[in-house]
């Protein structure tokens, strides 16, 4: 029996994807593995596959609209869906024939209840009877009032479901968010069935790290999981001290760590991680002159000589290694940077090579949106799940280079449309259009990069402005998607709050003002909070979001 993968464009999804794999080949199950970047992709993967495969696994995409709908399969089609994305589509959750939820018992849907949106179509009463013939004329006239009275109030009864079914399903689908990482899901699934791994292990917390690199839960959320997949390390890392041959070359090891969340810092210089962390850059303002002095302080203040930051981590002075994180820490809360260090995980390949998980995540996304060479996505995604095994560390590498890169330019990008006010307030929300012919505008035509962008430029902003209700509105990023079709790629994010829930509203807001004016919009991302339009159909779509968030 062979099963079709429709894996999304996502770190998480690639992770979920690995350890799905491992349990095929564990159990002899055949597959056949197609990518998907959007709903156009998965259609057509379904049209052309759905004659040979009778199972289908939908990983990262799927649960957030009305699948049997957009697909129209057969009866004996069975669907198994493991999306992140937030709210699952009642349809989906209810029928339970031919699609299947993999989702964490513990997760809390907030599913409206079966009878507040379904409803039986009642069977016309039967009219027959309540002709009136002339004999007992009062009752047949009493019964016929009776039933008069009666189905006006099963009229109205009805008109009052239907408005209060209106209001809950808004209620319910009004914000998109997500849930529990699926790499992470998958990994239950295997330690229920007791064929756990650690490399499975590691696939889940890349997966978990990537939720938190993007943004896309809460700090809460991050850290409970983190303690959940800490149980798991310990489990499956834990070592007596006293075995001679405790380490093989060839060996991998996963570490709890209390690290810095510095990008890439132990494959970079501690100088350009500092200037192309989000976290740090936006805090110091290294756009402004005054940002760049506040740094060379920064490192006085560490007793870090220059010479020393500017060079690869890996060659700086031993001494000045052994307790570099508490330097930094000490010296960061004066600078108004408190939470410079984040609890995560690192692996060990051997004694050479150690990542920490936020360095894979990096790597693995810029290698899945790579536009150094015109190869097709579907290549560059087979890359970028190449690069999560351990074998192919030469891929990995490959990443990290491209991965910095993508910080670099997206640091640049943050730089210029601050310093040239490029982020105007449109009265509900922030806007920011990147021009045709900004440097590495191309990079950023790819959703990921688009997102990551988009976050950092918030985050930016929030610390530049003087404005307090500015910085408590959500963004709007526009950049040109395809320009001999005239069309660009948007994408709306909730504010940068301490306290913020990440539920983005703006992909009902999208389809509301895109309706109301007629603009020409493809709604063609998972996440539907991105959405490409014509170039020309800018303006007025962008006045029917003003209007409609006001």
């Known amino acids: 029996m062979r099963v079709l993968l429709l894996v999304a464009s996502d770190v998480d999804a690639l992770c979920a994807c690995k350890i799905l794999q491992a349990l095929f080949q564990c159990d002899h199950v055949q597959y056949t593995l197609v990518p998907v970047s959007g709903w156009q992709e998965l259609e057509t993967a379904f049209l052309e596959h759905k004659d040979q495969f009778q199972y289908f696994v939908l990983i990262n995409c799927g ?30 959750v209810y029928n339970e024939m031919q699609i299947k939820l993999l989702v964490k018992q513990d997760d809390d849907l907030e599913i409206p209840a079966y009878d507040d949106i379904f409803r039986d179509e009642e069977e016309d009463e039967d009219d027959s009877g309540n002709e009136s013939d002339g004999s007992e004329p009062s009752g047949k006239r ?119 969340r510095l990008a890439l810092y132990q494959h970079w210089s501690l100088f350009e991680s500092l200037c192309n962390t989000c976290y740090t850059s936006a805090s110091l303002k290294l756009w402004s002159v005054q940002g760049q002095k506040r740094l060379q302080e920064f490192f006085a203040d560490m007793g870090l000589p220059l010479k020393q930051v500017k ?30 260090r984040v609890q995560t995980f690192s692996i060990h390949f051997g004694f050479k090579n150690k990542f920490l998980a936020s360095d894979i995540v990096y790597a693995t996304a810029s290698l899945m949106e790579n536009i150094e060479k015109d190869e097709p996505g579907t290549d560059n995604f087979i890359k970028a799940l190449d690069s999560l095994s351990r074998s192919n560390l030469d891929k990995l590498h490959q990443g990290l280079e491209l991965a910095k890169k993508q910080l670099c330019a997206i640091q640049q990008t ?137």
């Open 63 to 92: 649960a957030n609209v009305d699948l049997l709908e957009i697909l129209q399969p057969e009866e004996d089609t069975f669907f198994f869906i493991c999306d992140t994305h937030r709210p699952i589509n009642v349809v989906n």
């Open 142 to 260: 009493k019964r016929f009032e009776e039933d008069i009275m009666e189905r006006t109030m099963k009229r109205r009864q009805r008109r009052e479901w239907e408005a209060r079914r209106r209001e809950i399903l808004f209620d319910y689908e009004q914000y998109e968010y997500h849930g529990t990482s699926s790499a992470m899901v998958m990994f239950d699934l295997a330690w229920i069935m007791s064929k756990d791994l650690n490399d499975m292990l590691w696939w889940a917390i890349v997966g978990l790290t990537d939720q938190w690199v993007q943004d896309k839960i809460t700090q809460m959320k991050y850290v409970t999981d983190i303690g959940t997949l800490q149980r798991h390390v310990s489990r499956h890392n834990h070592r007596n001290e006293d075995e001679e041959n405790s380490l093989s070359i060839d060996c991998m090891r996963i570490a709890f760590e209390y690290d810095l």
């Open 311 to 340: 060079q690869k981590f890996n060659s700086m002075d031993i001494s000045l290694k052994e307790n570099l994180q508490e330097m930094i820490e000490e010296s960061a809360s004066k600078f108004g940077m408190k939470n410079l």
């Open 414 to 550: 943050v730089a210029s449309c601050i310093c040239t006010n490029l982020v105007i307030s449109q009265g509900p929300f922030l806007y920011c259009y990147l021009m045709e012919g900004t440097p590495d505008v191309k990079l950023f035509s790819k959703p990921v990069s688009l997102c990551l962008l988009s976050k950092y430029l918030l985050k930016s902003f929030v610390c530049s402005t003087k404005n307090k209700r500015c910085k408590l509105l959500p963004l709007i990023v526009a950049a040109p998607m395809d320009v001999e079709q005239g069309t660009v790629i948007m994408v709306g994010i909730p504010p940068e709050t301490e306290s913020s829930d990440k539920k983005n509203f703006f992909g009902r807001a999208f389809e509301k003002a895109a309706e109301s004016t007629n603009s020409r919009t493809l709604h063609n991302h998972f996440d539907m909070s991105i959405i490409e339009l014509k170039m020309e159909d800018r303006s007025k779509f962008l006045d029917a979001l003003i209007s409609l968030l006001s």
